[in-house]
Structures are given as structure tokens and as C-alpha cells.
């Protein structure tokens, strides 16, 4: 199942919450980051494939995947946060199958090497049968302040490749994350999660028994999902089931580098993009319409015009037909001030 | 008389061969460099007005100028440089009166005090009735290696607020301008002439007798302008009269002071606005269409989208319908270079 959800406001004005992250092209090879986690996932997973998503995107979203069924793309009727979308999903599969394993993948990463992803999902799978939570744990490549971490336990016995999980932490400071590295045993926490749908509401009951019995109901009676859904908790999978689970020690994680990236900002999407020639710029989109000359950063020519750069460096240029962006790569993260501001002064339009 | 030409490739996507710096309002005031000039000289001239232009911007300098009568605005059938499009002038007002004074002053430069420049060239009139070529000398506000210098001589007798001129000195390195500013004795050259008709022409005559003959041949003919004019010198009148005319001692000078610029940048052009808050972005334009975050600069928000910068000093942003610009107030001059790129490119349909 893939949630696909989250405006990533820190990519506007490439990406707006009628247009967000997951339904755009930021790669540049012609899939929309939703569509290349479809054909990701679909030599593990046939045609199995479920995706819970906004209302205000359920046609664009089937529209991207026309291979998927109509009934696999679930409307939320508002956001309620990852714990009741990725909820709804495992008692809908529970129904289908009790004995199905479900994994939980974000609609809006990158995946590098779908081969070494395919691995660990296997691994995962293989403890999520024995009754395991089961995460994946990126490789960190750097002492990031943007994720949380995965601290690893023991070895898990019948399991090569998994490890317990002692805990989850959240995202720490620069240095924190630094002795983190130092020690070896902390993972990024990517929010991926391998289990049987059971497992998962069975866990959330032992926490909250209303939250699980209230999805299992709305499973058993779709019609009543649009009336039930907002008196849902809004709370995310982390806190309302993963912490708990990992303090009991019911959490498994399977480490693994694939190449994995959020795109959190222009920034890191400018680190995945990699310019051919490092003096210059990197172009997300038509090469013919940029011009530069002593700059080196990320431009995105999407309003159709030439866009020239003349020295800068780092410099993050976002043209689109109705909102053009320039900052550094620097500043990526207060991108999403920005729609703040906009948002503040009536122009929701544009956000 | 006013030549209007040059295409101000420094101040490209706003300035362009077809849409060039002197018709386009770069000051916010709502009037172009043109009308601006005009206005200016209005005052002085009254309807004694006369513009020389290029043919594509003949229609242009007219709808910009409905005060102005249509034999006034002449039509260059090509670029030859500004001693063809003065003489001409000089040669045509020659023959409307031979006591005349003319002062050539060029359509896209702004003057921030009309009467001190107005009381300038009451003083350049004066002594342009006694038979000088008169220039006017702008008061240097620091070492500029942009400007030709015009070095001061002794005072001009029976003209207060008048020198003779010693030379006329090419765009010197910011070191030698350094020096220059030192000695109190050299001014900024504008390309203001204030003279006699006859003089300038005769000066001309001393140096190339065919080529005065040529103007005033056409001004006896109008007719056969399209015919005689490509057969004309291509040179600037500074190399063809004033140096030659300085060295002989029939150059005087009228130091003044009153605001003058060139706008020959993006550097020059934010100076000249300045922002009302130093700590954020000026703006050229909608001011509502701008948000700026930690940025300082200038911006001009003409493809009438929203532009956003985030976390830039001393930025240039120029967004038009058809072409984008982003670089630094330092890197102005560089602009240039784009221009140059784009028609290497063929995109000539952009420059």
C-alpha cells in the first residue's frame, strides 16, 4: 500500500497542494515520483497494489496509473495522518486475506537501485510472516537533522539481514547525529513498514482498541467511511503504533542502501539530479531553454521561457507559469516560508 | 535633439533590440527614458524638438511622443553611429536657422534635478553662441571605468561656470579614475553637446569635408536620405569632432552636478531606484507580485507572476513574458553575455 499524501511545500512552486511532490516528474525521466514507485513496487507485488490518497487527487492519481483498479485507490475524506490512512489499508487487506503480509511505502521517494529495495523487502517479509513489525533501515549517508533514526538491536534469530529495534528516536541535531554514525547501529527511518495487517491493527488496539476497532468497522462497511473517517485520531504510525511496539520489543528492522532519498527540498533534489558538468547548472526539464554562465545549482526552466544565469553559484532557480522561485541551495528549507507568507496574504491560489 | 538608438544590452530581458532601454519606463514613473527626456527638455526647447532614431522604432518614439510633430522624429534607414544621426540633425536645423543653438542629449539617461540641469545648459548656450562646442561635464560620484573623462582647463572668459577643455580621455581603469577624481579637474563625458549648427558642422568639415557636405546635402534633399546614408561614416562624433576640436582648443566645458545616469546596468538601475527599506529587495513593478525573504537586490516582476526570493543579497531577478534573468548586482555587466549567447544560439527572437 502506498500513502500518498504530504504537499511538500519545501518544493514549491514545483510542487502545491493541487499539484503536490508525488504526482510530479522531479527525476526528469518522464514518471511522476508516484508512478516510479508503482513500477517499483510491481515486480514484488503484481497487481496488488493499493493506494490511499487526498480526494482531491483520487482522479489524477488514477489517471497516473491507469494499470491499477479503480477500487485499489482509496479517497480519504480529509487528512487524518499516516496511522488511519495506512490503518484503513491493513483492515481492508485483513479482510481479503488474514494471512496476507502488507508493506507500507511512501508515495513520493527515490529509490536508486530497485533491486537491492526488492531485497530487503523480502527480508522484511520473511520476519513480517513470523509475526514481526518489520521497518527498513537506510544505510545513513550522511548525519542528517532532516530523519529520524532506527537504533539497532540484536540479530533476529532465524532472520539473516534483520536486526530488533531498541528504538526509534526523532530527528536529533547535527551532532547527535554524528555519534550516531560513529556508533554504527543507527539507520534512517523511512517510514517504510513490512507486516501482516493483523499484527499491525492488533498492535494499534493494545494502544488505542476504539482507533482499531473504529478501521476495522469502516472495512467491513465502506459506506460508512465518509461519516466515521473524521471522528478517526490524527496521529501518525510512529507514535500511535511503532514507538510502543519497539519499547516492547516487537520491532524489526532490516538495514539496507539502496539509494534512497526523500527529496525533502531543492536541495537534496539537486544532489540527486547531478549535473553532468559540475561548473555548470543542473536542468530539471527543457536544456535548450537555460543559459548559463558562471553559475552552478539547480534551474528548472517550467514556465516555457528562456531562463539565463549569470554568476551564481548554488543558486536554485524555479520557473512555472503562474510563480517563479529563486533562493540558494542553502536556503532550501525556508522554501516553505515562503507558501507561508503566501498563504497569509490571500494567495492560496499559487500554495 | 535627441538620438534615440542603442539597444542596452546590459539590460536584457528588459531592454531589447526591438523593444530598447529608451522606450521602456525604467524608472516606475510611468514614463519611459524617452518621455522622461523629453519632458526634460520640453521647458528649454519647447517644440523645438527634434529625435533621431531607428527605423523599426520610428512608430514607437511617435506613439510615445503625440506632442511632438511627425517631421520631427527622423528614421535612420540604418544604425551609422552618432555623428551621422547629430549631423543630420545639425544639418537640418542648419537650414531652419542658421543662428540656431542645438544641444544633442541622449533619450535613455535619467536626471534626477531638470533645473540644474536646465541651468547648465543656459551656460553651454551661451557660450555655444560664441562659437564653442560645449559639452557638459558630470560631476564624477566615484571612480567609474565606465565613463569617458573629460580633464577641465582654465576657466572660459565672459562664461561663468565654463572651462576650456584640455581632452576628452577614453574609459580609464578604476586605478587611473581613481587619480583622475583626485585631482578635482575631470568630469564624467554624457555625450551632451550644446553648439552652433554651423560649428559643429564646419569642425566636422576640418576633419572629413565629404561627409559634412553629405549631410548637408540631404537636408537641402530629403529625399535622397535612404540613397546617401549608407554611404556614411560609421563613427561616434566624440572621435570625429570633439577630440580633434579639444585638442585645437574649441571644446568648452560646463561642470555641473544634477543626478545623472546612464542606467548602463542592473547595478546602476538598483542604485538609482533604492529601495525605501535597504534590508529588503527593490522593486521594479507590482510590488505585490514580490515576496522576499533574507534577500536584498533588485526585482522586476514583469511576466506578471509572483517571484519569491529566499536568502539572497545584492540578487538581480528580471522576469518577462518570454525570458528570465537571475544574477547579482556585481555580475551586471556580464549580461551582456547572454545576449551575445542567445543570438549565437539563433534566439534573436530574444535579444
Known sequence: MVPAGGAGTRLWPLSRSSSPKFLRDLTGTGRSLLQGTHDRLAPLVQDRFLVVTGRAHRDAVAE?????????????PSARDSMAAIGLAAAMLERRDPDAVMGSFAADHVIADPAGFGDAVRVATAAARDGWLVTIGIDPTFPSAAFGYIHLGDDLEGHAGAHAVVEFVEKPSVDVAERYLA?????????MFVVRPTVLLDLLAEGDPDFAAALRAIAADPDTLEDAWAGLPKIALDHAVAEPAAAAGRVAVVPASFGWDDIGDFDSLATLLEAPDPSSVTVLGDDALVRAIAATGL??????????????????????????????????????AIVAALKESGRTDLT
Not at 183 to 191: D, P
Not at 301 to 324: E, M, Q, S, W
Open 64 to 76: 497516473q496509473l491507469p494499470d491499477v483498479d479503480g477500487a485499489a485507490i482509496v479517497a480519504e
Open 299 to 336: 534551474v528548472v526552466p517550467g514556465g516555457g521561457k528562456v531562463v539565463a544565469v549569470v554568476g551564481l553559484d548554488d543558486v536554485v532557480v524555479v520557473d512555472t507559469p503562474d510563480a517563479l522561485l529563486v533562493t540558494t541551495r542553502a536556503r532550501a528549507q525556508d522554501v516553505k
Open 183 to 191: 556508533t554504527g547501529r543507527y539507520r534512517w527511518n523511512a517510514g
